[in-house]
């Protein structure tokens, strides 16, 4: 980890960061830093507390440290060929392993305080027998966990990028051993969330047992409280209408309709895949936020650049990555089959937006004519889902019409 690499672990924008323009730091400066961090270690290293999912987490604020963790992390990505989970094809499989005719069963664990609970001398032991991996960038991670563990951190801090690579490494003995149990049909492991669909031919709490008894050993334990089980039988009768079973997965919901026989007499089942619930309480809350800022501000240009963001997808910029990427109400939702949950958002905007039922729509009407909130119908959730509409917003503009969003 000399120079030469921290100076490409550098973006353009970490020089806007707060420490850089006070410090006027350029690129050759930044990195001359990160060298020394390198050398002499993190106790510098300031770390704000934040809440991403309403638990606590970090945000590296002093843009040194940053860049060397970000160097560390792709070393560690490289050396160990690590590969994160993709989200949209987890949910494309498990939709279609669903719709099979055949007797299923759905496990949904949860794996308690996860980033938290990860055994880092353990972790680090491993780490360190990679023989890809350069001694230096070694060194530096110990100094990091060192850091953290003089800090009272326990585990890996969330938020942190490095934190997601490292917790990844940690697992890959539970998903190696995990696709080695004869029972499972499919499973699938995003961060902390597990789901498996095994032929439903095992005893359920013999089963839950083998999977807390893979994690043991990693100092891991499951939650409990999310553990859900789904029995999804085959019906030799039935027009398929009535419902198995529900669950969450990944912001989606899924409702598993009973068998029924399709035109070559063989067996499938209709899987509705919607937006949770909890995702749709989420838009509806920052809804109420942007229209609780409009009455206060009465801008109305800005109201309808959240609307656009809330409504349709845009591209963003990740700076973990070093890439673009589309987000927004499709890009996020792309695998749903129905459109229920759009519908109801449709409705719950109009009912604001020109109904006087609630105390924010009496509000809104009071201070706003009629003319203008029927303006803002223009925008819609499922036409924007259907359209695939997509908007353009800079960074800084993205960041001030987020802003009133942080507790909504």
Request: aromatic share 10%; charged share 25%; with cysteine.
């Amino acid at each position: 980890m000399n120079s030469e690499f921290l100076s490409s672990c550098i973006h353009g924008r970490d020089l806007l960061n707060d420490d850089c323009v006070a410090g006027h730091y350029n690129a050759d400066e930044l990195a001359r830093r990160a060298t020394t961090v390198v050398q002499y270690g993190f106790a510098a290293l300031k770390l704000e507390q934040i809440v991403i999912k309403r638990k606590a987490a970090q945000c590296v604020r002093t843009t040194p440290h940053a860049v060397v963790l970000r160097g560390l992390n792709r070393l560690i990505r490289q050396a160990t060929q690590i590969r994160p989970s993709d989200r949209d094809t987890i949910i494309r499989r498990l939709t279609t392993v669903l719709q099979e005719g055949v007797p299923h069963r759905v496990y949904k664990f949860d794996i308690r305080a996860f980033f938290e609970s990860v055994d880092t001398k353990r972790l680090f032991e491993q780490i360190a027998n990679i023989p890809s991996l350069p001694r230096n960038a070694t060194i530096v991670l110990l100094n990091y966990l060192n850091e953290l563990k003089s800090r009272g951190i326990l585990g890996l801090p969330r938020g942190v990028p490095l934190s997601a690579t490292l917790s990844e490494f940690a697992l890959q003995t539970f998903d190696r051993e995990l696709s080695l149990l004869p029972e499972i049909y499919f499973h699938a492991r995003y961060v902390d969330d597990i789901v498996i669909v095994t032929s439903a031919r095992e005893n359920p709490r013999e089963f839950a047992r083998k999977i807390r008894r893979l994690l043991t050993p990693l100092g891991l334990e499951l939650n409990h409280q999310k553990t859900k089980t789904i029995d999804i039988p085959v019906q030799q009768k039935s027009d398929g209408t009535a419902i198995l079973g529900r669950f969450d997965y990944l912001g989606y919901a899924f409702s598993i309709h009973e068998s029924t026989r399709n035109g070559d007499r063989r067996f499938f089942r209709d899987v509705e895949v919607t937006i949770a619930s909890t995702k749709i309480a989420r838009l509806k809350a920052r809804l109420c936020c942007s229209i609780a800022v409009f009455l206060g501000d009465g801008d109305v240009g800005k109201f309808e650049r959240r609307l656009q963001l809330l409504t349709g997808n845009y591209n963003v910029r990740d700076f973990v990555k070093n890439r673009s990427r589309n987000t927004g109400l499709y890009c996020n939702y792309r695998r749903v089959n129905s459109h229920a949950a759009l519908t109801e958002l449709d409705a719950f905007l109009r009912s604001v937006l020109v109904g006087n039922r609630s105390r924010l729509s009496k509000r809104l009407s009071a201070k706003v004519s009629l003319g203008v909130r029927r303006s803002f119908l223009k925008f819609s959730f499922e036409r924007s889902f259907r359209q695939r509409t997509f908007y353009n917003f800079s960074a800084a503009e993205l960041a001030d019409l987020r802003r009133c969003w942080r507790d909504g």
